[in-house]
């Protein structure tokens, strides 16, 4: 029986080293569970308005409640300007906010409407893409463009810039006014609503983000 007493004694001893770091992982599991709990929560506790206030940060709520209201604001005036590009081409005077422009991607392929009402439609379209390429993603546009032809690339910016003043004056052309001041003053803003608006909400939305998790 002696050759068997020396695997006998090691198993036993591994046996009680198993045993040992089994008694020690629920207390480690909880101990990381409480504190990963304690940092989420802490990180959820909102500031004093004292340590916001004159600093660069500001409270997740204000953050995400601004970026809201910028990019639903900043919705509605896309569809004020598709509108009034529309317009530009048949005239007449913006009377609503049309909802129904997001069917015209789908009426110009599937619908039977006259060729000059979808001609509109592909102008208010187009020169609103144009304008979002420009506020969104100009750099990433002229960059690609610069690859293939760098007089294209130059050609678009000044196009694009042309293209989006005259769109300002499609918007007061075609907005309603009491007088042309109110006109000039609701075109500039609906046109600030289109290039910055989209950009400044998603920006504090995300900033608002960042600040819970400082």
Sequence with gaps: MRPFKKPVKLFAQLHREALSVLDTVPSLYFRVAREG???????LKRRSPSQYYGT???SPIILFTLGAAALFF????VVVEIRTSELLVLGGKAEEIPWGVFLQPYLLVMGTDPILTKMAWLYGWGIEIIGLIFAFA???ATNALS????RIAKMYGVVSFLLILLNGWAN?????GVDPLIQVLVA???AIAVIAFP???LALIERGFEELGD
């Design 199 to 201: 950009v400044i909400g």
């Design 172 to 176: 007061f052309h075609s907005l309603p």
């Design 188 to 190: 500039v803003v609906v």
């Design 37 to 43: 709990t304690q940092h989420m929560f802490d990180n």
């Design 56 to 58: 660069f940060s500001a």
């Design 138 to 140: 100009f750099n990433h």
């Design 74 to 77: 900043g919705l509605v005036a």
């Design 147 to 150: 690859q293939t032809n760098a």
